[in-house]
Every structure is written in structure tokens, then in C-alpha cells.
């Protein structure tokens, strides 16, 4: 399993870079789910149902090269009260990236979504890019508990990570892609099931 960061992410890397959203400061039963990569034809669209019989809002941190592949699935996301989110235009690392390069693929991303809200593919940043994202007024949003839906692991434990690990304020990523797609069915539905069963009710992230 890939741990660049673990199921939550350790002091070092908070601190590295504390000026990015980890979680939100709350006392309230309130979780933020939130969904990468997409969007795509099926799954997305099978979040989106999910999320309605909750009445639960989430963000999504799309690929520019997905939303203008799938338009009408993206301007679905934004009309049912969802929140939009950068996650570049071709889902680049930055660790194999220059600067220019990785702000230029940024900001195209940025003209479709019309967000200040970034995540960056796989966790990814350098310290320069970072910086420079700052200098930008992006808001850089990374999470604190992940489910590693896109893992080669048995779907509950999916679901366990998310249950085990999700408190107040808890920004839980999931991945909103092919490769995870068994997964998050599974566990999307069973964490919608078990929190709001709990009195949690999940919501999009706006700053």
C-alpha cells in the first residue's frame, strides 16, 4: 500500500505544510466528504445519487481534462449544490514537475472550475509550488482521513478506515475513478448509512 500519507497524516507533513486545510475546526456532527479525479461516466454520476438519498453535500476536486470530456456530468455536480474544486487538468505529480509547468497546468484546471480550492494529485507538492500556490490565494486542501478506495484492499476496509478514523470536522477523501470504483461503492454508502445514523450530517466545503 502506498502511505504517502497514512490512513491520517502524521504531525511532520501537517506541519510542512500549515498553511493547507487538514480538517475543519468544528464541535458539530458535520464531516466533509470529498472525491478526486473525476468526473466520469457512471461513477460520478452513482456518487451523485448516493449523496442525494442523504441529502448530503460534498466537494469534488476534478481533472480539467475530465470535466470537458464530461460536461453534463459537471454541471450536474455544481447544480445539486456541491462544491468545486482544482485537481490540475491532466492529474499531474508535482514531484515530477517544474514550477512553471505545474502552475500553468493548474490554472487551465482553474478556468474550468472557477475554484480557489485545490488538492494536489497524490498529496504531491513541492515546496516551491506550494509557495507559489499561497502567492496565488489558492486554498490547498488536503485531508485527514483517506480510505484508500483505490487500493488493492477488501472493500470493508475501506469502510473501516473512514468509521475508525472520522470525527468532527474530519475531511475524508475518496476517489472518484474507475480503479476505485468497487470500493467506494461499497464504502460511500455504508459511511452515508452509518454517520448520518449517527446525527452527522455531511457537507461541502466553503470557504
Known amino acids: 500500500m502506498n502511505k504517502y500519507f497514512l490512513i491520517q497524516p502524521s504531525k511532520l507533513i501537517k506541519k510542512f505544510y500549515s498553511k493547507a486545510l487538514w480538517q475543519i475546526n468544528t464541535s458539530e456532527k458535520e464531516i466533509y466528504l470529498t472525491f478526486d479525479d473525476g468526473p466520469i461516466v457512471g461513477l460520478t454520476e452513482w456518487i451523485l445519487d448516493e449523496l442525494k438519498k442523504y441529502s448530503a453535500k460534498a466537494t469534488f476536486f476534478c481533472v480539467g481534462e475530465n470535466i470537458i470530456k464530461n460536461k453534463n456530468i459537471f454541471d450536474r455536480i455544481v447544480h445539486e449544490g456541491h462544491q468545486i474544486g482544482n485537481h490540475t487538468q491532466n492529474h499531474i505529480k508535482g514531484f515530477n514537475s517544474n514550477l512553471e509547468d505545474y502552475l500553468n497546468n493548474v490554472e487551465s484546471c482553474e478556468k474550468l472550475t472557477d475554484s480557489k480550492l485545490f488538492r494536489p494529485p497524490y ?85
Do not use: P
Open 123 to 207: 498529496g504531491q507538492l513541492r515546496k516551491s509550488q506550494y509557495k507559489a500556490l499561497l502567492s496565488k490565494n489558492y486554498k490547498i486542501v488536503f485531508w485527514d482521513v483517506i480510505s484508500y478506495d483505490y487500493e488493492k484492499i477488501n472493500k470493508n476496509a475501506c469502510f473501516l478506515n473512514v468509521k475508525k478514523n472520522t470525527k468532527n470536522g474530519s475531511i475524508v477523501l475518496f476517489h472518484d475513478n474507475l480503479k476505485a470504483e468497487e470500493n467506494v461503492k461499497y464504502a460511500l454508502n455504508e459511511t452515508l448509512k452509518y454517520f448520518s445514523e449517527a446525527g452527522y450530517v455531511f457537507k461541502a466545503i466553503n470557504l
